[in-house]
């Protein structure tokens, strides 16, 4: 059977943490290295960082802003989305390109997408400009181990 996490917090950086280590330690049956583990960690915590700091730059709303993640293992196959409901992402394609950044004023570096891409075995990022942004990693957890 498959084995899921449903996660549901606002949209505030000093969860950032909390996300990161809930995500790693769901992983943990199946065994995943200290290396693995540690890559899965800094990808969910720049999905996490990007939702915290990208999707809600307006202050006053309705309701909390709040990131989702859902997290299921499949065997070895590890599969996070991080989603927001924020404003969006109007060229994909462009943000994902290495050093790509709307927010150059502040220390972001534009290398968040590359990160995740680069510590996982994949990547997908559904988004429109005001309707929220998806983002879709699958990681292969303790290959070396079976
Ligand atoms: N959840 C999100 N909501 C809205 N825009 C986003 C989101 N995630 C990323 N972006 C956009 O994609 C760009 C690239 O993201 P990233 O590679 O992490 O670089 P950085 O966060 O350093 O700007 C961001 O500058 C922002 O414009
Ligand atoms: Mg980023």
Known sequence: MKNYLKLTF???SENESFARNAVAAFAVRANPTVEETEDL???VSEAVTNAVVHAYPQKDF?????IHIEADLCGNALTVTVRDEGVGIADVEAALQPFF????DDERSGMG????QSFTDG???TSAPGAGTAVRMIKFIGAKNA
């Open 113 to 116: 997408f590359t990160l995740m």
């Open 10 to 12: 606002p949209a505030l």
């Open 123 to 125: 990547l997908t990022v």
């Open 41 to 43: 960690k800094t990808a």
């Open 101 to 104: 950044t709307t927010k150059e």
């Open 62 to 66: 309705d309701a909390p802003p709040e």
